[in-house]
């Protein structure tokens, strides 16, 4: 099998970022994007994918946190787009529920060629560890956008900011690991080709 295997830069006025991903790797990480609970996230998100991600991002947090949020979600997503290629094989879809306390998050996702997001879930906290929790919504919207993919997010319950938001982060981290899962030789559509 080919290595799932891809990079991509974005540099802008706001923001200089590189993301390497490898699909099929162990969950290994090293991200640095200057927002501390993004990192969190992002390291959490390649641990329970068991994708690798190596991200690098230096941002004008000085202004705030949003070019940062939003660039990372672009790069990282086109990252994950990459390493697909044709998608030959693939499960395409992916869901997942998962818990965390009182928390309760539920991600669907389809890696079938059309960008959507489709995100249901308010926050108590206005910011956590430096990332403003209106950008949670907005990080997934560019996820999706990049990595072309239909992304279904939803909290079932619960109430505290930091479970609710890390419920969300893994559930599709659990979504993506059955996405990406090669189990097939044909490309996963009547179409033939994603």
Not at 19 to 26: I, R, Y
Not at 165 to 181: G, P, T
């Amino acid at each position: 099998m080919t290595q799932r295997i891809a990079s991509h830069s974005r540099k802008t006025a706001e923001t200089d970022i590189t993301a390497t991903v490898n699909l099929d790797g162990t969950g290994t990480s090293a991200i640095e994007t200057g927002v501390v609970f993004l990192d969190h996230m992002l390291t959490s998100f390649s641990r329970h994918s068991g994708i690798d991600v190596q991200l690098r991002c230096s941002g004008d947090l000085d202004v705030d946190d949003h070019h940062t949020v939003e660039d990372v979600a672009l790069v990282l997503g086109k990252a994950i787009e990459e390493a697909l290629g044709d998608k030959k094989g693939i499960e395409r879809y992916g869901w997942a529920i998962i818990p965390m306390d009182e928390a309760l998050a539920r991600c669907s996702i389809d890696l079938g060629g059309r960008s959507y997001c489709v995100f249901k879930a308010e926050f108590r906290r206005p910011v956590i560890q430096g990332l403003s929790t209106e950008m949670v919504e907005h990080f997934f919207i560019s996820l999706s956008r990049t990595m072309n993919a239909n992304l279904h997010l939803a909290i079932l319950e619960g109430q505290n900011t930091h479970h609710l938001i890390e419920a969300l982060f893994k559930s599709l981290a659990y979504a993506m690991k059955q996405a990406v899962r090669v189990s097939g030789t044909r490309i996963p559509s009547t179409k033939e080709s994603l």
